[in-house]
């Protein structure tokens, strides 16, 4: 048997038999992992509210028969607050289907991991559940190569410094007004959505949610990035779909 100690975030939780826990982990220097847990939603279990879905804690793990089995986990943090924003819990389980589907098993992936802690604080400190989503998404989607070319026009190679802008999703860049407006399978974008591409791309990840758009501007990116993040993974995501009958 071989123990393992590591800082993790819980992305899924099912409950199952007589008071156990089926649990997903993203962990540190790990990547995801499944983990069984033993006992965990019995009245006297300690490891209850450190194994709930989004809770960050401090795991102890020992490995029997090639499975993870948990000894213990300590909260380190609840990021309670989701739980009392329908927007902003809904928002954090669409991020954590996308970190599942792009984190590998026991690979590490400690970028991405960050990136998500950084969602997860800011969707519970009350910021923009869209702006948040789609810098997520977009961040994403660079941290696994997808980057854009962004500063130069991909068919003409003119600096891009007069919006309108057009993005070629199936190329996957940008292009100018004059090339761009060509066709109606390009997706027009404005000053504002180029600047948070350009800045998402290259920002340091923990200031990835630290900017702010016009309504127009993040109208176009949140959509951009939903297309973009939906390209990567090669499939759809409906989590979101029904905020958009509250919204209405
Ligand atoms: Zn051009």
């Known amino acids: 048997m071989s123990f393992v100690n590591t800082k993790a975030i819980v992305i899924r939780a099912f409950d199952t038999g007589e008071g156990d826990r089926a649990i ?3 962990a540190k220097g790990i990547g995801k ?3 069984y847990a033993g006992g965990v939603r019995k009245t006297k279990s300690k490891n209850s509210a450190g194994t709930d879905i989004f809770a960050y804690s401090d795991f102890n793990l020992y490995v029997q028969s090639g499975k993870y089995r948990l000894n213990s986990a300590e909260i380190i943090e ?4 989701l739980r009392n924003d329908i927007f902003a819990i809904t928002y954090a389980s669409h991020l954590a289907e996308i970190m599942g589907d792009m984190v590998q098993e026991e690979q590490q992936a400690d ?8 969602a997860l604080y800011m969707l519970s400190e009350g910021a923009d559940p869209e702006l948040v989503g789609a810098c997520f998404e977009f961040k994403m989607a660079c941290l696994n190569g997808f980057i854009p070319e962004i500063t130069a026009c991909r068919d003409c190679g003119v600096t891009l410094t007069e919006a309108p802008y057009y ?9 100018c007004k004059d090339c761009g407006g060509k066709s109606m399978r390009f997706i027009p974008i404005g000053e504002g959505c180029l600047r948070a591409l350009k800045y998402v791309a290259t920002c340091d990840i923990r200031k990835t949610y630290k900017f702010t758009l016009d309504d127009v501007s993040k109208k176009q990116f949140v959509n951009l990035a939903r297309k973009i993040i939906e390209k990567v993974n090669e499939r759809e995501y409906h989590k979101l779909d029904y905020l958009d009958k509250l919204r209405d």
């Not at 609840?78 to 607050?81: A, E, I, K, L, M």
């Not at 991405?112 to 950084?118: A, D, E, K, V």
């Open 33 to 35: 992992i499944n983990v």
């Open 24 to 26: 997903t982990l993203i």
């Open 167 to 175: 993005f070629d999703m199936d190329e996957y860049s940008v292009m």
């Open 111 to 118: 970028d991405m991991l960050l990136l998500f802690l950084c």
């Open 78 to 81: 609840s990021f309670y607050n």
